[in-house]
Every structure is written in C-alpha cells, then in structure tokens.
C-alpha cells in the first residue's frame, strides 16, 4: 500500500469516529525519541524516516513538521506521497496549532492515541486551542487499524550492567530516588522513559536498534519498585538479581489497571515523559516536576567518567584506523558511502566491550553532507571520489560507555571555500572547548560561543550545538544541552555533552566537527566565585589537510597542538605499522 492509500484508509476510520483531524508524532508510549519499529507510525503515514516530526492528517490534507536537520530529506522522502512540509522555525510557516485552527471548524473531533502524547505537549495543544472548542478523541490508535503488517513489539533479553561500569549498585539509586521522593511528598513515583528505567535498574536490552533499551515501566513505592515488562524478556539470573532489589516483575500492559488501582496517596510524575493515558489511569493527586531519575542519570560519577575515558581510546584506535584505511584507499580507487561506514563498523566491532552502534552513521560524501541527519541507501548513495571533502558522523555503545564522534576529512584536494569553512567550524568547536563558565551557566548561555567565527562570516547551523550524551545509553539525552532554545539546566560537573557546530551549503558540502566533553571544576576566585570547564573526552585527530592555519588565533593553534598531542599520547600504544605512521603524520603541529 503507497502512502496515499495509507491516507485515504486512515481518513475512512477518521469518518467513521466523526474525527476531522489526526494527529500522528514520532513517540512511543515512553516518549523516545528513536522508537521500535512497532511505533513507527509517523513513518508509516508519511514515508518520512527522520527521528523528528509530526504529522497531522485531516480529511483534506496531509502534513508533516520537521526542524532544519531534516529538511532536505523530507522533500527527497515526501516528494509524491500528497504530503506537504512544513518547516519548523522558518518565517511565515504555521505551527501544528495555528494549522489545526486555520483548517478546522469550531468544535472539530481531533484525534490521536493517548499512549504516545505526553501530558505536556497534550496542555500546549489545548491552550493553543482553547478557544476553538475542539475536543479530543484519545483511546484509538487509528494507525493500527489500517497497519496489517504493523511488525511486533520487540522482545529482546535483559542483560544486567555491572557496577564496575555503572558506578552504583541499583540498591543504591533506588535508596536515593525514594529519598527524594519523600522531600517532594510523593508515596508513588511512575517513570515511563526507558533510559531512565535502564539507568534506575542496571538493565539494558536490544528492543530499539543502537539503543541498549528494553520496554518497560517502572513504579516505585516508598519500599518497592515495580518492573513492567514482557516477562518473556527476564532471564533466571536477571530475576533473582531484581529480587535481591526488591524489584517485583509484572506484566506490561497490567500498568493501567495497577495505577487505577492505587486509591490513597500522591504519585509523582513527569508531565514530558507521561503520556495522557498513565495520566488519565491515575485516581490520585499527583506531583509533577522533572523525572528524579533524569536528573540524576546526567551527572557521571567518577567511576563513570574514568570507563569513558577507556572507551575513548578505544573508540579513537577505531577511528584513527579508519581515517588511514579510507585516505589510502581513496588514492587506488573510489569507494561507496555505505561502504565506507562498514569499514567503521567492522573496525569498531572487534573492540572490548562492543554492544552496538549508539546511532546508524552518517557517511556522507561533498552534497549529502549538507543534510545534517543525512542517511546513505543503496539507492541514493554517493561515491566518495578523491577530492573534497566527506562526513563521518558514527558513534559506539560499549559496556564502558557511549561514543558519538564527528570528522570531515578531505578525501583529495579542497577549494579554498571548503577550507575557509572547516575552518571557521573547527574555530567555534575549539572557542567553545576553551571556554571558562561560572557555575550555574546553563548551556543556552554557551551556545553563540561556537557560533560567533561563522556569524562573523554570515553563516549558521540549524541545529543545537551540543546534546546530553548517555553512558551505554542514549546517545542524546538530557536534560542538559548546548542550543539557543533557551534552557533553564545548569551544567553540572559530570554531566556529559556534545560540541558540534557545522556549516551546510546545499549542493555544496556539509562540514561538522564534534567531540564529547565533559563538565569539571575549575578554579575558584575572589571575585567570581566557583568556574567551571570542559575536559574533551573524544580522542582522534583533527584533519590538518583541511584546515587554514592562516585563520587560527595563537590561542586556537596551541589548543590544536596540544589536543593532538594528547590523541598521540593515548592512542599510539595500540596503532603499528602504516596506521601509526598515519598517526604521527596526523598529530603534526600547526
């Protein structure tokens, strides 16, 4: 069935229920952002595969929003499905809400499924709505009335996460939440983010791809946590651990009835991770604030940080190797972009502690590149020829930690624009690297930091400049990051982030460059008080082939030369041959 015809069947349910609108997002039940492909709905209407976006069908159009990292792929992957892009953030283009009301009547049934819309984003919508006299229909899931090959929930096995790795025992982190929940009056505490279970419990799995999660809810009670999962998932050793917690196993879909369930007390929740069916479940007076767990998860312990700097090394011999393999290769002959991010792939696979990819690569050749989220196919796939210059976006989940890198390397020779360019962004990663912040500096107030060698050159990027980085977790997580979208999270010593800025030319070229660091302390003064920095946790060379030294401050050329020092320092003892020549050659000074 095209998507056309996944329209038109999806409008025919739609009038049967009186519904003039239908709202379709990218969630899950648990508010994810990359989903299993049971809740790839959104793609299922559209044909758009990008990690963010909503669509929203009415019985005369058919529309998807998405921000700038995908807008080029949604016009390549939208173009003659009826479905209409509508540019977040662009001038003159409608949000999801001013489009409900310009297209529908007062009192229209809107309708969507209450398990993937969170209680948050549910209020925006009916305050932006409330004086249209809308109501909502919200207990179908209409997409799977017409979805007959819809593919089945995902049942991977639990695997325990030692507190070698973890830092903390799962005895240990549920002391602390229900600690916190007594300061804030709460008796019950339900958590729906998967990430944020896996962290609680020390439990990882294989039900969405590159990201080591299991489906699942959690309650917890002032003396007990409640597990809600397929119990086909638990293993005899992963049972007996949880009990020794006081973890009990239930099943999945009995969460609705457990809360209806609770008739006396106070239950805690996140309105941006709750979705309006938990919600709706719940008989008793709730309290609302910021996952507890969320909180907690972002800031590293030492034992954390110092299994990220091992997964480091490991993840730059990777990358060090593949950085050789493709510069020589590339002078005998051509290769593909996806065979390119195989040979990443095969390199980092033989890695201690390899799990998974934490996010499918971005190998992405001179004009694909310009598409910050651009994912290579078969069928639309460059040829890396040897001149200009080719993106690497790839990142690992080892047991020790998860990595998420980014190096555009000239494959041959560069004009002086793309040189100018790589430049001015390696500028902006290496200035916002350096620079001191007072404690309390949210990464908001960062941000221009690694925009300003660009904005002087009247360009920008459509994307944040940095997101929360997981440990064997998500790859993006929060609730801290680095984006002009104002944010009220204070950076915090251990949490750890990205610095990512690039610059996209359409048909041109994309150029990012993107290490991990990490919040520390610094020094404390007189007359300013607690400073923080950032210590770079990512290890590999920069292309000196790519950059015009001429542009470099003294500052920026010192941090270069030390940066590579480093890269040389930790990662040599584990390269020989051609491949430390490469090194050395790679980590020359400027």
Known sequence: MDIKKRIEELRNQMRKRNIEAYIVPSSDPHQSE????????????????????????????????????????????????GVTLFKMGESGVLTVEEFLKKSLNKGAKIGFDGKVISVEYFRILQKALENQEFSFEVKEDLIDEIWKDRPEMPCSQVVLHEVKFAGKSREEKLTQVVKEMKTMGADYYVVAGLDDIAWLLNIRGRDIKCNPLSIAYSVISQNKCYLFMDDRKITSEVRIELEKANVEIMPYNSLGKFLEGIKAGTILIDPAKTSTWINSAIKIKTVETMDITTRLKAVKNDIQIENIRTAMVRDGVAMAKFINWIKKTIKTRNITEIEASDKLEEIRKVGENFYDLSFGSISAYRANAS?????????????????????IDSGAQYLDGTTDITRTLAVGPLTEEEKTDFTLVLRGMIN????????????????????????????????????????????????????????????????????????????????????????????????????????????????????????????????????????????????????????????LKV
Request: charge should be negative; include cysteine; proline fraction near 3%.
């Open 34 to 81: 990359y989903v299993a492909e049971h809740y790839t709905a959104r793609t299922f209407i559209t044909g758009f595969t990008g990690s963010a976006g909503t669509a929203i069908i009415t019985l005369k159009d058919a529309c998807l929003w998405t921000d700038g990292r995908y807008f080029i792929q949604a016009e390549s992957e939208l173009k003659d499905t």
């Open 371 to 391: 598409m910050p989220h651009y994912s290579a196919t078969e069928k639309n796939q460059a040829t890396i020829k040897a001149e200009g210059l080719y993106l």
């Open 432 to 587: 916002l690297t350096m620079q001191r912040f007072l404690y309390g500096t949210t990464g908001s107030n960062l941000d221009i930091i690694a925009r300003i060698p660009l904005w002087n050159a009247g360009m920008d990027f459509k994307h944040g400049t940095g997101h929360g980085v997981g440990f064997f977790l998500n790859v993006h997580e929060g609730p801290h990051r680095i984006s002009m979208a104002p944010n009220n999270v204070k950076l915090e010593k251990g949490m750890v982030v990205s610095n990512e800025p690039g610059v996209y030319k359409v048909e041109k070229h994309g150029i990012r460059t993107e290490n991990l660091v990490v919040v520390q302390r610094d020094e404390i003064t007189q007359y300013g008080g607690q400073f923080m920095k950032f210590e770079t946790l990512t290890l590999c060379p920069i292309d000196l082939e790519a950059i015009d030294v001429s542009l470099l401050t003294i500052e920026e050329k010192n941090w270069l030369n030390n940066y590579h020092r480093i890269v040389f320092e930790k990662l040599s003892p584990y390269l020989q041959g051609e491949e430390l020549e490469y090194l050395k050659q790679a980590t």
